[in-house]
């Protein structure tokens, strides 16, 4: 079979022959259809991520973690982790586990955006608990987990919602995913600091999903020290996703103290809260409410494909 392949870490994936798979007794060979070209998948290649010595337990390997493609029923469905030195990133896959995929659904569509949507929607409908009507800031929103990020926000009943990022084509592109504001996070600190100020307006904000961290949210987090002695006026549920912009962000305490401001991870979502997530978003995919930018991209393209830069806001995927 055709596949991506990689002879070392840190190498670039290339197209060529590998021996199929051979499933076990506990295995199930598929037909791969689609699979997500992400950062992550270039971070674990690339040896810099804790799980890429065991994805990675020998070479040559073929690239890749999960993806989508058909059973031996027909059926399209999406597969995880396979068994080294195969990956997501050929023509065929063993899998010991698979999740059936809502029949009518491109299997590209199915491969790139029910992630991106799960990783927004988790955190807002069981970590910070979103309410019909508040305010919430989607820091780093031009990427395309922000992007999606807004209409997930919309669509769960927030009332407002605030985007900010880098890129002047995709900020121009968020008001028409549901924004409410947007902010250019290239100005200098204290007009930035301004435009925070500026778009919380009196009620300030109930909810941030911070995809980037790093010195865009210290400036952000500079507008909840309290302004005033007295009690919180409202709990500000602000949850870091990415770190697009830096591992680090200097935290005072004075950010803390009386702001209501409370910093969480994910916090504690159950398997329960997955599936009905999963489901809430197939439905959102057959309805159309869900927009990604994504490009197809030949399996035989891979190693261009690998190298690319020019992809603020877009999803490649990859066709075997």
């Known amino acids: 079979m055709k596949a991506a392949v990689i002879n070392n870490f840190g190498?670039?994936?290339?197209?060529?022959?590998?021996?199929?798979?051979?499933?076990?007794?506990?295995?199930?060979?598929?037909?791969?259809?689609?699979?997500?070209?992400?950062?992550?998948?270039?971070?674990?290649?690339?040896?810099?991520?804790y799980s890429s010595k065991n994805m990675y337990a020998q070479f040559p390997a073929i690239v890749g973690h999960r993806g989508v493609?058909?059973?031996?029923?027909?059926?399209?469905?999406?597969?995880?982790?396979?068994?080294p030195p195969y990956g997501a990133f050929a023509e065929k896959a063993a899998v010991k586990h698979f999740v059936p995929i809502p029949d009518g659904i491109d299997p590209a569509i199915a491969a790139a955006v029910p992630p991106s949507a799960l990783t927004s929607y988790l955190p807002l409908k069981h970590t910070a608990k979103i309410e019909k009507g508040e305010t919430v800031l989607i820091n780093g929103a031009t990427g395309v987990s922000g992007r999606i990020a807004i209409q997930v926000a919309k669509m769960l009943g927030a009332g407002r919602v605030v985007g900010t990022g880098r890129n002047e084509k995709s900020l121009k592109l968020l008001e028409?995913?549901?924004?409410?504001?947007?902010?250019?996070?290239?100005?200098?600190?204290?007009p930035l600091l301004e435009a925070f100020e500026k778009e919380k307006g009196d009620s300030g904000y109930d909810i941030v999903i911070d995809f980037i961290w790093g010195h865009p949210a210290e400036i952000l987090?500079?507008?909840?020290?309290?302004?005033?002695?007295?009690?919180?006026?409202?709990?500000?549920?602000y949850i870091p996703i990415g770190a697009k912009a830096g591992a680090g962000a200097y935290v005072t305490g004075e950010m803390l103290r009386t702001s209501g401001l409370q910093l969480s991870g994910m916090g504690r979502v159950t398997h329960e809260d997955i599936a009905a997530g999963s489901s809430q978003v197939w439905e959102w995919i057959r309805e159309n409410k869900l927009y990604m930018d994504i490009e197809k991209v030949p399996l035989a393209d891979i190693e261009q494909?690998?190298?690319?830069?020019?992809?603020?806001?877009?999803?490649?995927?990859?066709?075997?």
Request: charged share 25%; net charge negative.
């Open 221 to 237: 987090l500079q507008c909840f020290v309290p302004k005033d002695m007295g009690l919180p006026k409202k709990t500000i549920r």
């Open 305 to 320: 494909a690998w190298l690319r830069d020019d992809l603020a806001g877009k999803r490649l995927v990859i066709i075997p």
């Open 69 to 83: 493609g058909t059973t031996p029923d027909g059926k399209l469905a999406g597969f995880g982790i396979m068994r």
């Open 11 to 49: 190498a670039t994936p290339r197209y060529g022959d590998f021996a199929n798979p051979i499933p076990g007794n506990d295995e199930t060979l598929v037909d791969v259809k689609a699979i997500v070209l992400e950062n992550f998948e270039k971070l674990v290649a690339g040896g810099e991520h």
């Open 176 to 190: 028409s995913l549901g924004a409410d504001a947007v902010i250019d996070l290239k100005q200098p600190d204290e």
